[in-house]
């Protein structure tokens, strides 16, 4: 296989896995978090996926611990792991309840040392941060708005990562221009790109929600793409105070869109979903 295939599939794989992460967030919180293979296999082939497709990406998310296998009244079928829960529960707040900083929350300063002997810790403290929305002001330190303390720090002892890194919190007072700054932390210009991407798909589709009757099936089909890519911008993006954004900053308007949505398809998509959960498609 050449490179360029590999990485296809790689990209196919990953994105198959977020739907499915998604599909459980979605609906199986709600049906006490559990989903039956056939009805997995079921909803996502309404999303265009095959079945053997799905059922070995089923199998991935087990191994890395994400989804946990058991039965339900003979039938088999697959729950959200604890650790995954609480990592969505986190996202509900990330993705639903946006929250930008304003000047006055000031800055979190995480600054972190990992021995040579640990590099696997040095990788995860970094994808955690990232994750969390930090910026890398120089190398071991990383800075993010004010208002994010309380969920670095949580995250950070959840993952037992706590013990490498010091944080502290203050304002910004010397030395430079803090909006240059910002750009040099941030890559905003990629963050710009992702919300114009997200703009441009999802803006035909808010009119299509009011320009007439949408069925079930079709708010589904829309609402969980929509959903998976949409979830991953909150945690790309930190909430930098506005007032240190460039003009008119497009995240506002996909987020605002994003909202739309959200109300326009969500109650329409989770009835398709629970007539094939409960074997009543019609």
Not at 124 to 132: C, Y
Request: aromatic content about 8%.
């Amino acid at each position: 296989m050449t490179t360029e295939l590999a990485a296809s599939q790689v990209g196919r794989d990953t994105r198959l896995a977020q739907l499915i992460i998604t599909l459980f967030g979605v609906c199986a919180r709600a049906e006490g978090n559990w989903l039956s293979v056939a009805s997995l296999v079921a909803l996502m082939a309404d999303l265009g996926s095959e079945g053997q497709a799905v059922r070995s990406s089923i199998s991935r998310l087990k191994r890395r611990g994400v989804l946990t296998s058991g039965r339900h009244a003979g039938a088999a079928g697959y729950s959200l792991s604890d650790p995954t829960l609480e990592v969505l529960a986190e996202g509900d707040v990330r993705i639903f309840h946006r929250a930008r900083a304003i000047e006055e929350d000031g800055w979190v300063v995480a600054v972190f040392s990992v021995p040579e002997s640990e590099r696997d810790k040095r990788h995860a403290l970094r994808s955690s941060l990232t994750r969390l929305g930090f910026g890398t002001a120089a190398p071991g330190v990383w800075v993010a708005p004010g208002n994010l303390a309380r969920e670095a720090r949580h995250t950070l002892e959840r993952l037992g990562l706590s013990t490498y890194v010091d944080m502290f919190t203050g304002q910004h007072i010397a030395f430079g221009d803090l909006r240059s700054k910002i750009h040099m932390w941030w890559d905003l210009d990629e963050l710009t790109a992702l919300y114009a991407d997200f703009l441009t798909t999802y803006r035909p589709v808010l009119y299509q929600t009011t320009a007439g009757r949408m069925t079930p099936l079709e708010a589904f089909q829309i609402y969980v793409p929509m959903l998976t890519q949409w979830r991953r911008l909150p945690y790309r993006d930190p909430g930098i105070p506005l007032t240190l954004l460039p003009p008119a900053w497009n995240g506002e308007a996909a987020g605002a869109l994003f909202d739309q949505l959200n109300e326009a398809l969500n109650s329409l998509a989770q009835q398709h979903a629970l007539t094939v959960i409960h074997g009543k498609r019609t």
